[in-house]
């Protein structure tokens, strides 16, 4: 009897993948849980459980949405995105379950201005610490002379919020706007808006770090502005192994634009063992006889 060949035809079953950015966002949410800075924050009572949502499970999302890119929809358009992949990202991350956006809205609109400020720092030392990049020459400046120097940028920047009227009704509960605690009216430049937040940032220009963010209501002074900045870049630094601001071996230079043209400025940074470099507004200077010997007198490069 003839023997005819049989052909079996399968396939393998589909594996459901995460999406890429989720690899990013697991490695950095495990570094993140992995030091003191959450144990810290939670034991000074900044992070606060909601009925839905803890601190863990909030950071886990928010580190998902800003790996992956997505900004259309906000918070709600990425977690409906993430619908079918959320239960296998948790699992990856450790945490029990992803929050909603709605339980991430209302996680964060409850806390106060002190408490994110506590917890961003935390993070950015956690961040910085450890890390060789800021211990590595070619993430330093170095001058004509040879000398290396540590520059950072500070760049301060308002946002102005629009506040529309709030519904008003017997059968509505009483209205109140998430921003009262945040944003105070004050001068918004081009941005249109009725009251203002002012943010600052500084970055560390070798290795692109941040090293510290500040927020305030209305507008915030320069001053405060540095010495938010000096405060948090000095505690970011010393949970990590670079120089510390008021080295001898390694000075540093804060970045500034011209707003910080100014004496004060120049005496607040001074203090601080630092040095400073911004467009002076002082114009008046350039006419005196010592300067004007100095500029001609100095040695100039093209750059």
């Given amino acids: ?15 459901e993948v995460l999406p890429d950015f989720t690899a990013e966002a697991i490695v950095l949410f495990t570094h993140a849980m992995s030091g003191a800075a959450l144990a810290a924050v939670e034991q000074s009572g ?11 499970m909030v950071l886990a999302f928010l580190v998902a949405y800003m790996c992956s890119g997505r900004r259309e929809g906000g918070l709600r358009g990425f977690s409906d995105h993430l619908k079918p992949h959320a239960a296998k990202l948790a699992a990856a991350m450790g945490v029990s379950s992803l929050p ?3 339980a991430v809205s209302r996680y964060l609109s409850s806390l106060t201005m002190d ?31 040879g000398q290396r120097w540590r520059v950072f940028d500070l760049d301060p920047t308002v946002q102005a919020l629009r506040q529309r009227a709030l519904p008003e009704g017997p059968g509505l509960p009483v209205a109140h706007r998430r921003a009262e605690t945040l944003a105070d009216p004050g001068y918004a430049g081009r941005h249109r808006g009725e009251v203002i937040v002012s ?3 500084t970055q560390e220009a070798g290795s692109g770090l941040w090293m510290s963010a500040t927020l305030g209501a209305g507008n915030m002074a320069l001053s405060a502005a540095i010495t938010d900045s000096l405060g ?10 670079a120089e510390p601001l008021d080295s001898q071996k390694l000075p540093s230079v804060m970045r500034l634009d011209g707003g910080g043209g100014n004496v004060p400025t120049m005496v607040q940074i001074e203090a601080a063992r630092s040095h400073f470099l911004a467009r002076s507004a002082q114009y008046a200077i350039l006419q005196q006889a ?13 750059v």
């Fill in 115 to 145: 408490q994110a400020m506590a917890m961003t720092t935390e993070l950015l030392a956690q961040s910085v610490a450890g890390t060789m990049l800021l211990d590595h020459p070619l993430t330093t400046m170095v001058d004509a002379l």
């Fill in 1 to 15: 009897m003839p023997r005819h060949p049989t052909f079996v035809l399968s396939s393998n079953p589909a594996v």
């Fill in 100 to 102: 909603t956006a709605g």
């Fill in 46 to 56: 900044t992070a606060r459980r909601s009925d839905a949502a803890t601190l863990p």
């Fill in 232 to 241: 948090q870049t000095a505690q970011v630094l010393a949970g990590g192994h």
């Fill in 199 to 201: 943010s600052g940032r």
């Fill in 290 to 302: 010592d300067v004007l010997a100095h500029l001609r007198g100095g040695g100039w490069q093209a």
